[in-house]
């Protein structure tokens, strides 16, 4: 069942008939700096599409020229070092309750995910879109890490997505140089899928969605889950994953439809179940 679209902290939330759940950043006079509140409602909205059966994919993109420039450091922790009575663990706290648990239910949730980046994607903002499985992004676009900058420790799971999708050396020259990619080296590099131009982002984004949507969800969940947990594994760990994945998905409702499709030659009709 569709839901009109509704803006609650800067952040608009719609579900329509085809499953794609859209999630904006609606704060574009801030870059889509994340306040505490934004942060709170992209938490609350990421569990609910893992326990909505509407949804069946999701797409992440934000209104304005910025993506997200990371959160706002005017209500971070971080804004309080060298303040009398601050506590440093009031950051790590923040942190492990906050941000992270974001890239944490977006890497973990069960369902396809597409980011939609146009704009600048900045630290903790950039890893919002690379905590996704696909990110669509355009020439105009600049992914940016500026950590070091500030005196700060990569965080908001950078030290971990970044070795994986562009090799160490490079991951390093990002967080502690600083050195960014612009959408065409995001492509070449491996943080994103594809650039397009600006004009035909939302199309492009939102075309993906709407494929991955129509696919069979519980079976592109599990996989999805093998594909993130394989560096951390061995390769007969794996397998039996895989074969206990396999068994999953033998009873779900779109593996019938799916050999019945085959059998019949037709493109199969996936519910999702």
Request: glycine share 8%; hydrophobic share 45%; net charge negative.
């Amino acid at each position: 069942m569709s839901e009109a679209a509704v803006t609650k902290d800067h952040v608009t939330f719609e579900l329509r008939d085809d499953g794609v759940a859209r999630i904006t950043l609606a704060r574009p006079e801030a870059k889509n700096a994340l306040s505490v509140a934004m942060r709170d409602r992209l938490i609350e909205l990421v569990e609910r599409c893992q326990v909505d059966p509407e949804v069946r994919s999701v797409l992440l993109a934000a209104q304005g020229e910025v993506f997200c420039s990371g959160m706002d450091l005017r209500e971070s922790t971080v804004s309080d070092a060298g303040k009398p009575g601050f506590d440093p663990r009031s950051t790590s706290v923040a942190l492990k309750s906050g941000v992270h648990r974001i890239i944490l239910g977006l890497w973990q949730l069960d369902k396809p995910t597409v980011a939609a980046v146009g704009g600048a994607a900045v630290g903790p903002g950039a890893h919002l879109a690379l905590a996704c499985d696909f990110v669509i992004t355009t020439p105009v676009a600049k992914f940016a890490w500026s950590f070091s900058r500030w005196g700060l420790v990569v965080d908001a799971g950078g030290a971990y997505l970044l070795p994986r999708l562009v090799g160490m050396s490079r991951a390093k020259e990002m967080v502690l140089l600083g050195v960014g990619s612009s959408g065409e080296e995001a492509v070449e590099e491996g943080l994103a899928l594809r650039c397009v131009q600006p004009e035909e982002l939302a199309h492009a984004a939102e075309g993906l969605a709407v494929e991955l949507a129509a696919g069979p969800t519980r079976a592109i969940g599990l996989s999805k889950r093998l594909l993130n947990a394989s560096f951390e594994t061995t390769l007969v760990v794996s397998l039996d994953q895989e074969a206990d994945a396999q068994a999953l998905a033998t009873a779900s409702h779109d593996l019938v439809e799916g050999m019945a499709a085959f059998r019949e030659r037709r493109d199969p009709v996936f519910e999702g179940r």
